[in-house]
């Protein structure tokens, strides 16, 4: 299966699946696309010419000449070499669905699962053909600007097919990461799910409203973190000592405020004060308007990736 030109099947065509194809489509493949919502095609078509158009590569027309809607999961994935999932986050629709596709699909085909949370060891339990090419291929939000994709294998899942599904994405100008454990969330969740709890435990103590938790961030360190992420920039603060000197000098002090961090449970209470703290930081704003000026600055930040060779 080589990665100049394959056939891609998208299951699932809302948001998440839209930015798929796109991605897809972008990258000079052929998709292949079922979904069993009325109106789904028309949908799908008009969201990836937005996505193409949000994503300045240009016009779409030429794109969707290689975009196909089948009538049927099963002849979606029939001539598949790779198949992305983007079904309901419901275990047991996902269990069926996938099940349905390892049925259906070749046996030499790469099945991805855009799950946000569960393992793949899930997901596979009702596949009977073979469960193990069935991986997480999680993407983040918004799917069709943001490189990073987690990979997640089972157990059963050999090294080629973890192999080839790196690959694939890195032919479409994703950036994979390889997740080595089953955990729920992945990675990218869980690191932020972390960030959530103390963010929340602040505000539920009163210690600074949500609009300086979002500024603190924003105009701090997720300024850093966007360039190199937090373990690398954490070592350029050791300067010539790098993560030793860091951890020797500043490891200590760390340790008391991580042991001093809070667990929260959403409660009515806190959770008033997280939705009218978030509306009094937006009042006034247009979450569309929000929503299009955070694209066009993610574009921006991601061609300066390119330019300085953090992207392909």
């Known amino acids: 299966m080589s990665t100049q030109s394959i056939n891609l099947a998208i299951i699932g065509t809302g948001v998440i699946g839209a930015a798929w194809a796109t991605g897809f489509l972008t990258a000079g493949h052929r998709v292949t696309a079922f979904d069993p919502a009325e109106g789904a095609e028309?949908?799908?078509?008009?969201?990836?010419?937005?996505?193409?158009?949000?994503?300045?590569?240009?016009?779409?027309?030429?794109?969707?000449?290689n975009l196909t809607f089948a009538p049927s999961l099963a002849e979606a994935v029939a001539g598949a070499d790779f198949v992305q999932e983007n079904g309901p986050e419901r275990l047991e629709v996902k269990q069926s669905m996938l099940a349905e596709i390892d049925a259906a699909a070749p046996e030499s085909a790469i099945i991805a699962s855009s799950t946000s949370g569960f393992s793949p060891s899930q997901l596979?339990?009702?596949a009977r053909k073979a469960p193990g090419r069935i991986v997480v291929g999680h993407p983040f939000n918004p799917a069709h600007l943001v490189p990073l994709v987690e990979v997640v294998p089972s157990a059963d899942t050999s090294a080629a097919v973890v192999d080839r599904a790196l690959e694939v994405y890195r032919a479409i100008g994703?950036?994979?990461?390889l997740v080595r454990a089953e955990l729920p969330g992945h990675v990218a969740n869980r690191l932020q799910a972390a960030m959530w709890q103390e963010a929340y435990s602040l505000v539920e103590r009163g210690?600074?409203?949500?609009?300086?938790?979002d500024t603190a961030i924003s105009y701090g360190p997720g300024l850093r973190w966007a360039i190199?992420?937090?373990?690398?920039?954490?070592?350029?603060?050791?300067?010539?000592?790098?993560?030793?000197?860091?951890?020797?000098?500043?490891?200590?002090?760390?340790?008391?405020?991580m042991r001093d961090?809070?667990?929260?449970?959403?409660?009515?209470?806190?959770?008033?004060?997280?939705?009218?703290?978030?509306?009094?930081?937006?009042?006034?704003?247009?979450?569309?308007?929000?929503?299009?000026?955070?694209?066009d600055m993610l574009l921006e930040l991601i061609a300066l990736k390119r330019k300085y060779g953090e992207l392909p």
């Not at 937005?50 to 300045?56: I, K, L, P, R, S």
């Not at 994703?174 to 990461?177: A, E, T």
């Open 228 to 257: 190199l992420g937090p373990l690398a920039q954490q070592s350029l603060s050791g300067g010539a000592g790098g993560m030793r000197h860091v951890l020797d000098h500043l490891g200590p002090p760390q340790e008391v405020w």
């Open 261 to 295: 961090l809070r667990q929260v449970h959403l409660g009515e209470d806190l959770k008033e004060k997280l939705i009218s703290g978030v509306d009094e930081e937006l009042r006034g704003r247009d979450p569309a308007v929000l929503a299009k000026q955070r694209d």
């Open 207 to 213: 210690v600074v409203t949500v609009s300086d938790i």
């Open 174 to 177: 994703k950036k994979p990461i």
């Open 42 to 65: 028309e949908r799908l078509r008009e969201q990836v010419t937005n996505c193409v158009e949000d994503a300045g590569s240009g016009s779409a027309a030429s794109l969707l000449d």
């Open 124 to 126: 596979n339990a009702q």
